[in-house]
């Protein structure tokens, strides 16, 4: 593979635009391999006509066979050709064009795609193609090597499996996420960390202050959500003993607990502008503030890392502007791939925590503990359009786990349930408050995510189903 700095021409590029080199072509990654399982997330780049099928290179290839590799910055790794018995040695024939892959099945195994089984079809990325009881691949695009400007340790941790921190994910986007947060681990200034409910902003910031030099002390961590009404300084900066109150302890506060360390409030969003205001000066003053009930100075030596799922204007303009460092969290839609290794970590930690879900649900495979899954499962998860993320995953997870009869987690009607988009064309209730929420109230951002024309459009649905925040006036006129 090259990584030439040459302008691409439009036409030479099947689905995108103009760029430079070297620039995504389209992949396919592995989603669940029946015989393979630790294949889960390696991934093959279409770079031309190919063949897919089990073992090296046959006389009868009519093309260049795809070679599967663990991709990760700097670090590409090819592995062995395809395995088990199920798939022919000639399986596929794959042509990359301007609509997608054209993928033809010239093997024994049958082909489905989109619920159905087909002999020629062309995918774009986003589905997935399935060789019926055997291997699931997502149709996707990649850049042919994955950068980064941090050494991240890639070799650190098991291929697929999570890292230090407990982040789960090989996709381009988790390991940009991975990049950012080595970034904001060794830059000595306050950080946001921002992105949708449920993606794992947490995480994040634990992440954050364990790759940092204040590893060492104890992460001090708060919703500030949960501030009780009227006694925030206190909360923050602690307070006199006897104040305000005979009998009062005496409390060191957020802020004093932090000191050396690391500070993590989520939901800053939902802190007042006026308490805002107080943590402004902290940060301003070098870290000098006042218990309640003292008039002695105190100084905290401490790192804010603050989340939110609100849009930036949410903050304080003066006290954004101090959290000068910004890590976004993807959500699961922009890291699809990932969603069955997430599935695989979420019931190996099961497994742990339940030894009749081990029995009943795992087997031993090359020396590793892998779940039985079908495949039915992996596709709906993958194609699901998620509002909550990890959280949303976890919930369907333990969904499938108690809904499944047989000794494999199975799509479910109970998980189907779940999953079922609402019988018409439009977004029901509960999916509308869902994107309201996950979008931190913002109807603009809620719209795009229902795949609405406008923000227009999803006010006449909340006015019909009374939800508050539409407005009463005509809003036809844009459409």
């Known amino acids: 593979m090259t990584n030439s700095s040459r302008t691409i021409p439009e036409a030479d590029l099947p689905w995108g635009k103009r760029v430079r080199a070297p620039r995504d072509v389209p992949a396919l990654v592995v989603l669940w391999a029946l015989d393979e399982p630790s294949r889960i997330g390696e991934v093959a780049l279409v770079q031309g006509p190919s ?19 663990r991709q990760r910055p700097a ?35 049958p082909l489905l795609v989109r619920g159905g089984e087909v002999k020629k079809v062309t995918a774009a990325p986003g589905d997935v193609i399935v060789l019926k009881n055997a291997l699931a691949l997502l149709v996707t695009r990649r850049p042919p090597v994955l950068e980064s400007a941090r050494d991240l340790g890639a070799a650190d ?14 996709s381009p986007a988790a390991w940009r996420l991975r990049d950012a947060i080595a970034f904001a681990a060794r830059s000595p200034h306050h950080v946001l960390v921002q992105g949708p409910s449920g993606v794992g902003k947490e995480l994040t910031a634990r992440a954050v202050h364990g790759m940092s030099p204040r590893a060492k002390g104890e992460l001090v961590a708060r919703n ?11 909360e923050l900066f602690g307070n006199a003993k006897g104040y305000p109150n005979a009998g009062m302890p005496e409390r060191p506060g957020l802020v004093g607990e932090a000191d050396g360390s690391t500070l993590f409030l989520d939901e800053i969003g939902e802190l007042p502008v006026e308490m805002q205001a107080h943590l402004l000066r902290v940060l301003d003053r070098g870290g000098e503030y006042q218990r309640l009930g003292e008039s002695r100075v105190r100084r905290a030596d401490f790192r804010l890392v603050a989340a939110t799922n609100r849009e930036l204007d949410a903050l ?40 009749d879900v081990r029995a009943r649900f795992f087997e031993e495979q090359g020396g590793a503990l892998e779940p039985r899954i079908e495949p039915a499962l992996i596709e709906a998860l993958v ?11 976890e919930r369907l997870v333990w969904l499938a786990v108690s809904s499944s009869k047989d000794a494999y987690l199975a799509r479910t009607p109970e998980v189907e349930a779940e999953l079922r988009l609402p019988a018409s064309s439009e977004a029901g209730e509960a999916e509308i408050r869902a994107a309201l929420e996950a979008a931190g109230g913002n109807v603009t951002r809620a719209a795009r995510h229902l795949g609405l024309k406008n923000r227009f459009a ?12 539409a407005p009463a006036g005509d809003d036809d006129a844009d459409g």
């Open 75 to 109: 670090a590409t790794k090819d592995t062995a050709p395809l395995g088990g018995s199920r798939i022919s040695r000639v399986q596929l024939r794959i042509d990359p064009g301007d609509a997608g892959l054209t993928i033809t099945n010239v093997g024994k195994l």
């Open 157 to 170: 941790f098991a291929f697929g499996a999570a890292d230090a921190f407990g982040i789960v994910g090989e």
């Open 51 to 69: 063949v897919l099928g089990r073992g090296g290179p046959q006389p009868e290839d009519a093309a260049a066979r795809l070679v599967f590799a």
């Open 383 to 393: 194609a699901h359009r998620y509002t909550h993320h990890l959280r949303e995953l």
């Open 316 to 355: 304080k303009h003066d006290f954004a502007a101090r959290l000068t460092v910004r890590v976004a969290v993807p959500g699961l839609d922009e890291r699809i791939e990932d969603v069955p290794l997430l599935v695989r970590h979420i019931l190996l930690r099961l497994a742990k925590e339940m030894p």
């Open 224 to 234: 500030a959500a949960t501030f009780p009404s009227g006694i925030v300084d206190a």
């Open 458 to 469: 999803l006010y006449r649905l909340m006015r019909r189903y009374g939800i508050d925040g």
